[in-house]
Structures are given as C-alpha cells and as structure tokens.
C-alpha cells in the first residue's frame, strides 16, 4: 500500500454563501469561534511536548486554560468532574467550576486489540496511577480515571513500550478505529479488516494534516456487522462483490448525539488495498469542506446530509482519489445484533470466549486477572468490544470451561441474563462533566434488580433487550439505537420535587432494525422509578408480541 502525500488542495474560493460554514474549501481560513482559533494558533499535537517538559514537572496549575480545556484531548486527556456536584448544577456553572485536578485518560485500542502481555500493561498502569479504575468503553477504548499531571509521561512511556499510545484518543481528529472484535478468527466474517486499520494508523495518525478537523472523526472498518458501522462518520463494511469478490462498501455519514443520522452508503466497493487511500479522501473532504463556524454543525453527518451521497462520492472521486469507485452491492444485514458474548468456534478449530461486565464497569485487579486466566487457558490474545464487552481469542476447546468458570469468578459471565448482556452506559455525573445523572452504579443496580425481578420471564427472551443509559443529551452510550434508551435529564416526580431522571427513547436499533428509538412526549422517568419502568415496558412486550417479534419491530 503506497502512501500518497497529497498537501491540502489549494483552491480559488469559490462564491461564498450567504452566511459562510467556515468550510477551508470555500476560502474560510480565519477561525470562527475558539475552538477553531485554538486549533488555528497551535497544532493540537504540539501539546504532547508541553505536558513532558512543563506541566507534569510544574503540576496541575502550570497548566495554560487553552492547553487544559482543549489541546489536551488530542492525547485522550479531559478534566474530570470535581466531586460532589449535583447533576442539576452542571449547566449553571462555569467549565472551571466542573474542573478536577483529576484527568481522565483514555487509550486508544484500534480494533479492541490487545496482547495478554499489554492487558496486563493497562492493569498495571490503573493500579498504580487511576486507583485501579479502567472502563471499556463502547469504542473499544480503555478509559481510566484519577489520573495526576505529574504521572502521565510515565504513562505514556509504559503504554508506548508496549506497543499502545493515547494519541488522538480524543479531539478533532481521527479517533480509534474499530474494529471486529473477531476478524481474521470468525466464520460469518466476509473479510478480514486489520491490515486495513493497521495501515490506517501507521500511515496517518499523529499526522498533523488530519490533527484539526472540525471536530472528531470516527471510524469502523469490519468484515462482519459487528461494530455500529450505521453511526460512525466513515465506516467500511464487509461485502461480497459478485465480480471482484470480498472487499467493503463505504458508508459516510453516520453520527449520534443531538441530530442523529445513519450513515449513507455510498454506493462504491473498494478492496482491502484501497481502504486507506479512501479513507484519507473521505478525512480530506471532511477536513476541508466540513463545517466550521458552529460546533454544533461541525460533524460529517451535516456536510452529508446537505450533499446527499450522490455529491460527496462526486467530490470524494474527482477532487481527492482522481479516479472513479468501483460500483458495488449492499451488505446483507445480519437477523440479530452481534455482540460476541458466549462460546464461538473460530475457523482454525478454536473458540473464542466473550464476557459480560456490566456496562463495561472492569478494574485494574480485573483485567489482570482476565490476562492470567487468558494464558493459563492456552491464549495471547483479547479483545474489547464496541458493545462494552471483552472476548479472550484462540481458546483450545478443552480450556473452554475453565475460563468461563474464571471468568465468572471475576463478574464476567459468559452465559448471562439478556439484561446483563444488553446494557451499555456511558461514563455519566460520577466523573463527566457534561454529566446530570449517575449511569454505571445505576446500570449496575438496574442489572442485578432485573434479573430478580423478571426471572419468571428470562427465558422467554431469545435476543438482549438492549438498555442503554446516557448522562445527559449526548449519546456516548448510544441511547438512540437501544431498545430502552435513558436519556439523562432532571425530571419533576411526584411530588413535584427536581430529582434524576430520564428521557425515554423506545424502539431504536441497529442491522436489521436500524433505526432511531422513538421519544415519545413527555415519556419520562425518574431513577428511583427505573427498575419498575423497565419491568413493566419489558413485560408489555412479552405479553404482547407476535411469535418472533423483536423488540424493535
Ligand atoms: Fe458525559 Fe453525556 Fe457523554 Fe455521558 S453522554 S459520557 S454524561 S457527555
């Protein structure tokens, strides 16, 4: 695979619109709010050189606010949220008033994967440094907690020694990559993406010409429909061209949070090879024609929605590529979504084991105990998931019930209830700062109620009833695309009294359902509610449906 070095285009400014986007193409170079400016004066990468010389000598209030508040997220770096602030505060005070002197670091972990040797790396690391917090995330991520300024270049030089890195973990730029927790090992899978993501990574993060973009880039690159390719801004997607064989169909587009959309296929097949060609066209178009005056209005989605597919693969094609795209067929969708929880066989005679934390809620003791139990049963590899599980590869067949009986010694069940496998929850008020509601200890307790409370019909339900909880209005946890989707907000309860609540999205999904969950007016509950919520819409739907009916339908 070559490696172009195509420099920003330069173009005559074309006629500027009514009320400029702030799009480069279109000769909108001067920044047009902070966010841009800050980008505009200092390359958000430089800020990896100021962290190791000053402020992890200096400490926490050596710290520049532009450096604190911004560049810091290039290398997977934000504030946590100081303690002990309600959720109904959070929109009445300033960013600073939110600050800990706290970080939480996130580890980029493109594709989920991960050695036994590196898993027992990020243990170490949230042993010593985060207090023992480490979270998988739902984009494969190791997200810790409790991080001081002073530790994170000995971090870094950890991490990096064993073949890890927080660059670009965060920011406006291209994020981890995801991946099949399973490629290269599965039988349903049409081809195997990692040289694709391998060569992405090499070749273009930490590259200053994709470090300011107008805001994230997300990225999945799968030969099985296992990774919400429907929400990511490119997305590339096994499938069978019935001329030149297995390759990926291109989705742009995709996006969550307010202004949901699903991505848009763009009707091309590209093979294994051209996969980063393409995806530095689509991150080109993305950097320069995005938009930028509002960050609101700064993902790919908005530039998508206005083109429509047709306009962007033009552009894509004839400005970035110089070539056309092969046309290619769509995907078949899968009956049920992919999660990977249970026991696999893998094509080279093997099983790979996948485990359920509750709302990917793990610890340093917990993942170094998996690494331990991962080796003693025969593996070298594991893997995270973009549903907030974990899955231990390469297993022989007679090591298969050791490790699940080990792993559910440490809460990580192999076999569990459809509740335990279908909840997801974002970081939530505990440490975001964004946050107005508690998510994982209610994600956990939900969990553990639930499973008492409906066991009489646990065995009725043949797929996960997803849940997902988010925190606030974005949707880190997905909250459109579950079936019972909790968007967190202060509701008014029956007293009238301001306390934790939720919006509730029915009915969303991704694959075959894809689709958002619906918000029904005024549809809302509060957290001491909850349980009794979910029992009751979950019975409604057992008591109600047709022989097969999933919950989306
Ligand atoms: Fe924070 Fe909101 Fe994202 Fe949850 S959804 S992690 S509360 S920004």
Redesign the pocket.
Known sequence: MSSPTRETPARTPRVKQKRGEGQWALGYREPLNPNERSKKDDNPLNVRARIENIYARGGFDSIDPGDLRGRFRWFGLYTQRKPGIDGGRTATLEPEELDDRYFMLRVRLDGGALTTEQLAVLAEISQTHARDTADITDRQNIQYHWIQIEDVPTIWSKLENAGMTTMEACGDSPRVILGSPVAGIAADEIIDGTPAIDEIKRRYIGDPRYSNLPRKFKTAVSGQQDVAHEINDVAFVGVNHPEHGPGFDVWVGGGLSTNPMIGQRLGAWVSLDEVPDVWEGVISVFRDYGYRRLRARARIKFLVKDWGAAKFRQVLEDEYLKRKLTDGPAPEVPATQIDHVGVHPQIDGKFYVGAAPVAGRVSGATLLAVAKAAERAGSNRVRLTPHQKLVVLDVPEAEVNGLKTELAELGLQTEPSPWRRGIMA???LEF?K??IVE?KARAIELVTDLEKRLADIQAEIENPVTVHL???P????RVQTADIGLK?QIVTDEDGKQVEGFQVHLGGGLGLDAGFGRKLRGHKVTASDLTAYVERVVRAYIAGREPGERFAQ
């Open positions: 974002c970081t939530g975001c964004l946050a998510t988010n925190g606030c974005n949707s880190c946890a967190g």
